[in-house]
């Protein structure tokens, strides 16, 4: 075991992330680094940069995954996993994703910074389109990689362009010609992720590690109201087929619903798109998105059937359809790993607490194939998918220490 | 008084309505030439080759009305304005605006090619966005023509991409360099617009032309809903300021106190702006507009104190700002030229009723500066701003030529 001060250094990382930040960069202090866009192209860039600095091997996959490996000794061992994602939502923060990305490759490059060769592989990883803001849904490079959803399926998904996953993927790759591609898919030996836990209970109980215990359950839907297209100055009230006046009452009625079912039931409607979105034009169409989580998945599902049954009873004056696409159910993470986190904590002075993540991670779907667990840090206010999301610099450098020495415990453990 | 079957050429105008057609046509059948567009441009220089064809004298004017002129013996005699407006809707038809730009334009022609000078000049116009999709409010040509509205105004209006109506007004008319610029404004005789009824009445009726007797009054508002953004599955309900919740809520609550008041309102919400619309991220902000249009100016004022009422109630959790648009009440048009118009379809043997308009039009603004009137005649189902928007020709013929007798009565009757 290493000396603490050896195993990361904190000035770095946060430079790193400032860095990282001035990519895709709104006006407001903010991030809108979609999937695979310029943005994510030119973090790319920047984070291969860093890692030939320090003799990290460089490679990607079919689903646009990319790895930054620091080579072990034995190169059929399963290699420990550890990383986050670079995408953000449009107008998201500098921390969501970035910074356990970040705290993985600190600890990897302090790790190899110290010259002593890790018996396995130690792999950082940078996960594609975790958001699903620009292409639906998000987690669409873990799902590839543990192999929940088809690669075939997922490059068929078009954004509001009409741009499709599997040509950005393309254009991904062709910004890449010398990168080394991998498979997809292999097992390793653990999946360890660092994240902003996008929630208040850290900042709370003023406690800058949260171990996480699991993440809620969350299904995700589509709706679609397809109405009729008229003037509005001209067509009687009784004979319209008002997709927004029909959008307004079954979203009044699917909100009251799930108040009504259960007050934790988390349930949102965040994008809505009408059609032809016009002033003076009835709406012939509007689709919108649902967002469900809850840690019951027995109470989830309820919601998911009644979610279904009010849907169902519009039939005029406008069509309604409702098409699952998420039925992700809450899981557990390693207990062995958990444990493992709280005593390197405890070593070195960090306070921790076990925490249930609400928001969805790559995390979730990594743990169906390994051990898997996170280290949750404090964002202030519990804000996050925002542009004034905000960490505190020793609480995040108080994370990737105890994630760097997680790490380093990993890497040279005896198996 | 010439014959009857000089005074237009139903071929032509049926030929030149399919060429014209032809720009921003939709793979659906319809048209997208929304105002200041490119197609807007390529169709201002399909009606300049025509009108060169005839040696009518174009020019256009700052707020960028077209105008085709024949000369008349007295050029400081008022000029009759005969007219409508080649913007459509992104999903409009064929012939909203159109038929009447075509028809006037045919009547015209068809004097000129007579070659009988007529006392005054005669002008056909094309109004600049009057369906108020991409810059709204519409009808911006005939408002800064009479003067209701200032073009200084006008022209900081933006669309969707950021872009003003000043800057693609300076584009059209940077792509006419040798079209003569006229002042704004001028007062005519009188103002005549022939277009499709955009209603079922004429239809019911089996009726080929309407004497249209008033325009109903209209009111356009914006709303703005704003609350605060955040993550879908980690803000516990109670903290949510969700835009969307409050807007499903007060469309619902707008759509029932119109139809309380009274069924025969016409209220509509056509547009919904959702951001930052995301399925995972609750929205921060909702913008929608509200199109409100009744014959009676007093249930129209209630219908307005009642949205500001209902509005007005919302605080908590997200604020509503209500912003006024439009304000046009109901008005008549000229008596006697409303006769002149039944008596000229009665001597053509063509059957007439009288009719309300529903919908706006331009010469909603010409009536305060000068004697006005429109014809309508019949479009299949009453469907419009949509593109499947169908006139048979025989009806667009009918029209046609009670305009075109009309607007001869008129350029030679004595003063």
């Keep these: 075991m290493s000396d603490d001060a050896s195993l990361m250094d904190g000035e770095r990382l946060w430079r790193r992330l400032v860095a990282l930040a001035e990519i895709g960069a709104t006006p407001a202090g903010g991030v809108n680094r979609q999937a695979l866009s310029d943005g994510e192209i030119e973090a790319w860039r920047l984070l291969l940069q860093w890692a030939e600095g320090t003799g990290l091997a460089a490679s990607t996959d079919p689903a646009g995954n990319l790895f930054l490996t620091l080579r072990g000794a034995d190169p059929t061992a399963a290699p420990i996993l550890v990383g986050s994602h670079i995408d953000s939502q449009p107008t998201g923060g500098r921390f969501d994703g970035a910074a356990g990305v970040l705290a993985a490759l600190e600890a990897v490059t302090s790790m190899a910074e110290r010259g002593r060769q890790p018996p396995r592989d130690v792999i950082v990883v940078a996960w594609m389109n975790e958001e699903g803001s620009r292409f639906a849904p998000g987690m669409m490079g873990s799902e590839a990689f543990v192999g929940v959803r088809p690669l075939e399926w997922i490059r068929t998904v078009k954004d509001a362009d009409g741009i499709t996953v599997g040509e950005a993927l393309d254009r991904l790759h062709g910004s890449f010609p010398d990168l080394p591609r991998r498979q997809l898919g292999f097992v390793p030996a653990c999946f360890l992720e660092l994240h902003i836990e ?85 709406a012939s169409n509007v689709t919108f998105s649902i967002d469900l989580r809850h840690p019951d998945n027995a109470l989830l599902d309820e919601a998911g059937r009644r979610i279904a049954a009010i849907c169902g009873e519009y039939t005029e004056p406008c069509a309604v359809s409702l098409t699952p696409l998420v039925d992700a159910p809450s899981n557990l993470f390693d207990a062995d790993l958990q444990e493992r986190i709280a005593h390197a904590a405890s070593a070195l002075g960090v306070r921790t607490m076990p925490i249930l993540s609400a928001a969805g991670h790559d995390a979730r779907h990594l743990a169906k194939i390994c051990p898997t667990a996170m280290i949750f840090i404090p964002c202030r206010d519990g804000i996050s998918h925002a542009e004034n999301e905000w960490v505190e610099p020793d609480d995040l450098v108080a994370g990737a220490r105890v994630l760097a020495r997680v790490v380093d415990e990993l890497a040279f453990a005896q198996t």
Tied chains: 1, 2.
């Excluded at 949260?210 to 509005?232: C, D, N, P, W």
């Excluded at 009784?238 to 009504?260: G, H, I, K, N, T």
């Design 198 to 282: 996008q929630g208040t209970l850290l900042e709370a109980a003023a406690c800058p590690v949260g171990v996480v215990t699991g993440i809620q359950g969350k299904k995700t839907f589509r709706v679609e109201i397809t109405g009729r297209e008229g003037h509005a100055g001209t067509v009687p009230m009784p004979e319209r087929r008002d997709a927004v006046l029909v959008f307004s009452q079954l979203a009044s009625a699917l909100y009251a619903a799930m108040a009504a079912l259960d007050p934790s039931i988390m349930f949102t409607i965040g994008r809505v798109q009408v059609s032809p979105n016009a002033p003076s034009v009835i």
